[in-house]
């Protein structure tokens, strides 16, 4: 992984200057004033060949003036320089900062070259915990040297060094966190979140990975539960920042109208004012738009809904207002949440599903939109991670018709068979579970019947939610029986508390299809806000798109429901939510 190196120099550059003049009694030769000098010009490349001359000056302070010229090669880029001179380095005649810093360079050296277990030796040489002003290096380091070996005391040494990060190294750094957590299998993260200390610095990010993955959170991770504050006498102010010009404006008035639509339909109304604000098509009239809210009295802003925009905002150095950003981009500021509708956590649902049935070994049909290979990653990461198997993936252009020749050759490629035995006394057994499809509807109808022509009729095919269009056509939608898929609920079933959705559809026949579930969304997005306005965050909302519990990172965990196509229509299918397993966890 790549390590955080933004701040490194300016840090460098103020702790050589903290040294500077350290070595003998009557002070640094000329040589070493000048490297000091060019030091502070930014001028790196001759300062280390004047601390090299220091060296050659002064033989009784070389070992002192060697380290300053290496790590000054190091800022250069110059490895291969910075490691002969740290090599000739006699750290016995060096005071005992000095030494702690030549076993940092030479950690940083050797990682930079691969070499994590002589990283470790080096590090392991710095007898205590190092000064303050080294510590955010050091556990970079130790971070690094760990990652292979042991990813998840990696992450540990990560989620202390988050605090001592400037704040534009942190999205990095919470990255690496959850790189390296999502690296490991249920069972041994299980097993370390229950050894976690409840105090530990990585317990907020462990928490997010296990709640992610649909996983029950050890009591002792669990924060005690605090009573929610009580609702406000007064009005709350929400500010509703959704596009309503420029490409994006149709999804804008969409999520807008399912927003309004609850509100009207919330017994929170008259306690709720809701200023709808246009966050246009750029990230500056988004911010510009959040300003407005902010100014206009907003005590809560639901938006912006465009992934760039969500970016500039979250990146801002001060919110004074509460966001829930309709939208995911990168790690979420303390006190503002994140919600999205993401194709990788239906895969990941789509996953969970198949492991309560015990369905391990998966063939994957996946199609030629960016939605089906997102869904198919965010399957196929929690389906490894769990202990299962993807034996095929089979890339199929949804441009096409006859999908026959690339579905055979992806199951000859597997090694598994094309075809029913001759003896039809002989059992089947197709080599694997199941079938995870993840292909729009107009592809899925073709795809599915070409499926089972491989003798695979028994064999479930489950599919994340792009494989329906609600009020789609039942005769087309026959074809699609026996697939299972997750969804919103609000578009499979009646839902009490909610607006209809058949009424809806009559009214406006443009809310049928992708436009159902942003008016879901939006619904949705005001049940949130409601959450941040109680200060309740544990809360589980049974919402239209699924059960929705807010992280302690600030991102949404979403439970979608599931349905199977019967007789060209879907019929939603009782399980027990995740969610609701995991409870709420603060």
Not at 220 to 226: F, I, K, T, Y
Not at 365 to 371: F, H
Not at 566 to 578: D, F, M, V, Y
Request: proline share 8%; hydrophobic share 45%; charged share 25%.
């Amino acid at each position: 992984m790549t390590p955080i190196r933004a701040f490194w120099p300016t840090l460098l550059c103020a702790l050589l200057a903290a040294c500077a003049g350290a070595p003998g009694r009557g002070g640094p030769p000329e040589e070493a004033r000048m490297a000091e000098q060019l030091l502070r010009e930014g001028d790196y490349e001759a300062a280390a060949e004047a601390f090299l001359d220091a060296a050659e000056r002064s033989r009784g302070q070389r070992d002192h003036y060697l380290l300053r010229a290496a790590e000054t090669l190091r800022e250069l880029g110059q490895a291969q320089r910075a490691g002969a001179l740290a090599g000739e380095i006699d750290g016995r005649r060096l005071e005992a900062v000095e030494r702690m810093r030549l076993h940092l360079l030479r950690a940083e050296l050797a990682l930079g070259a691969g070499d994590a277990k002589t990283a470790r030796a080096e590090l392991d040489a710095i007898p205590t915990a190092p000064p303050a002003a080294f510590r955010a290096r050091w556990l970079e380091l130790r971070g690094r040297a760990f990652e292979q070996e042991d990813p998840f005391h990696a992450a540990r040494l990560f989620a202390e060094l988050e605090p001592l990060l400037p704040p534009r190294e942190r999205a990095a750094n919470v990255r690496r966190i959850r790189e390296l957590l999502a690296g490991l299998r249920d069972g041994p993260l299980l097993a370390a979140a229950n050894r976690l200390a409840p105090e530990d610095p990585l317990r907020r990010h462990l928490v997010r990975a296990l709640t992610a993955r649909g996983l029950a959170v050890p009591p002792v991770l669990r924060p005690a539960a605090e009573p929610a504050a009580a609702p406000s006498s007064g009005r709350t102010e929400l500010a509703l920042l959704v596009p309503l010009s420029g490409p994006l404006s149709a999804a804008g008035e969409v999520v807008r109208d399912g927003f309004l639509a609850a509100h009207f339909q919330s017994d929170d109304r008259q306690r709720m004012h809701v200023r709808v604000l246009d966050s246009g098509s750029t990230p500056e009239t988004a911010l510009a738009a959040y300003r407005d809210a902010v100014a206009g009295g907003a005590r809560i802003v639901v938006g912006p809904l465009a992934r760039d925009s969500v970016a500039a905002l979250f990146s801002q150095t001060r919110l004074p207002v509460p966001v829930v950003a309709l939208n995911r981009s990168g790690p979420v500021p303390p006190g503002h949440v994140s919600f999205a509708l993401a194709p990788e956590d239906e895969g990941a649902a789509v996953s969970a599903r198949m492991q309560r049935r015990g369905l391990i070994r998966v063939v994957a049909v996946v199609g030629s939109e960016e939605s089906a290979s997102r869904a198919f990653e965010g399957f196929r990461a929690r389906h490894l991670r769990a202990g299962g198997s993807v034996l095929a993936s089979i890339r199929i252009d949804e441009s096409q018709i006859d999908h026959l020749p690339v579905i055979r050759k992806g199951l000859e490629s597997a090694g598994l068979p094309t075809a029913l035995p001759e003896d039809p006394d002989i059992e089947h057994d197709p080599g694997f579970d199941a079938v995870f499809l993840a292909a729009r509807a107009s592809a899925a109808r073709l795809l599915v019947p070409q499926i089972r022509l491989f003798g695979l009729s028994e064999v479930p095919i489950f599919a994340p939610s792009m494989v329906h269009v609600p009020g789609g056509d039942p005769r087309l939608d026959r074809d699609l029986a026996g697939v299972e898929f997750v969804d919103a609920p609000w578009l499979v079933d009646e839902l009490a508390g909610f607006p209809s959705r058949q009424d809806l559809a009559r009214l406006r026949p443009t809310l049928d299809g992708p436009a159902a579930r942003l008016f879901a969304f939006g619904m949705d997005a005001l049940a949130l806000a409601q959450v941040v306005a109680a200060g309740d965050f544990g809360r589980p909302v049974h919402g239209a798109t699924g059960v929705l519990v807010i992280d302690e990172l600030g991102e949404v965990q979403r439970e979608p429901a599931t349905a199977v196509f019967r007789g060209g229509l879907p019929q939603r299918k009782e399980e027990a939510a995740l969610v609701s397993e995991r409870g709420p966890q603060g």
